[in-house]
């Protein structure tokens, strides 16, 4: 696989799916609308079943030529050969998982603050996930709404890296491009993607919602 397209970041969430929609189908409906990037997240997961989730959504992924990630757990990446591990700041650090994973890996790290981000800078991640930039019912916050002024002060630490930026928290269509051009940073660095859970999860139409998504964030690349 070549590079990332970080477009459109979906972060996965099981519990918000609309009632008699099926996982897995629903996840593929949301790659046939233009999802480039999958995370699996489960917080309530035991091991076993974290495994057996992960494992049919990576079938699913490899299909669209897609990458998959797994939130906070490394041994899960290594047993389903994911892409790569999508870490907090609370989870093992980037030069831990490395060590664990395959050289070409993928790892990001959750940014809330500019320390953050130069650690991340420091430890040579491959991504950083900014946020929350907005407010989100999806996770209970512990740190202030950063918005996007906030994260385009944050993307400039990584002009001379080659490290890419996503933003999530609160992110959905119809703020979108308020979103993103409100982050362009001060040196115009802008977003890679943009990250969401409940805008494509919680949808009874995910297709539709990716595409949404999708073309917009094109408009964007376009017009910046
Ligand atoms: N990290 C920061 S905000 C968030 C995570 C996992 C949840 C984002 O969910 P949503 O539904 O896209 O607001
Ligand atoms: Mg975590």
Not at 48 to 54: D, V
Not at 71 to 77: G, M, P, S, W
């Amino acid at each position: 696989m070549g590079a990332i397209d970080y477009s459109i970041y979906l972060v996965t969430g099981r519990e918000l799916l609309p009632p008699g929609k099926d996982y897995l189908q629903h996840l593929e409906e949301s790659l046939q609308g233009g999802v480039t990037v999958v995370q699996i997240r489960e917080k309530h997961a035991e091991t076993a079943e974290f495994i057996r989730i992960a494992a049919k959504s990576k079938a699913i992924c490899d299909k669209y030529n897609v990458p998959m990630l797994i939130n906070d757990r490394v041994d899960v990446a290594v047993a389903v050969n994911a892409h790569g591990v999508h870490l907090g700041q609370d989870d093992m650090t980037v030069f831990q998982a490395r060590s664990m994973l395959p050289r070409d890996a993928i790892i990001g790290v959750s940014c809330n603050n500019v320390d953050h981000v130069k650690r991340a800078i420091k430890d040579s991640a491959d991504y950083v996930g900014i946020g929350a930039v907005w407010a989100t019912q999806t996770k209970q916050l512990t740190n202030p709404v950063i918005g996007p002024r906030g994260v385009g002060a944050m993307l400039e630490l990584l002009d001379g890296t080659t490290i890419k930026a996503v933003a999530i928290g609160g992110i959905k269509s119809s703020n979108l491009l308020r979103t993103l051009h409100g982050a362009v940073s001060p040196t115009n660095r802008a977003l890679d993607g943009v990250a969401v859970v409940s805008e494509i999860a919680a949808s009874p139409e995910p297709r539709q919602a990716a595409e949404k998504l999708s073309r917009l964030f094109k408009s964007f690349r376009i017009r910046h």
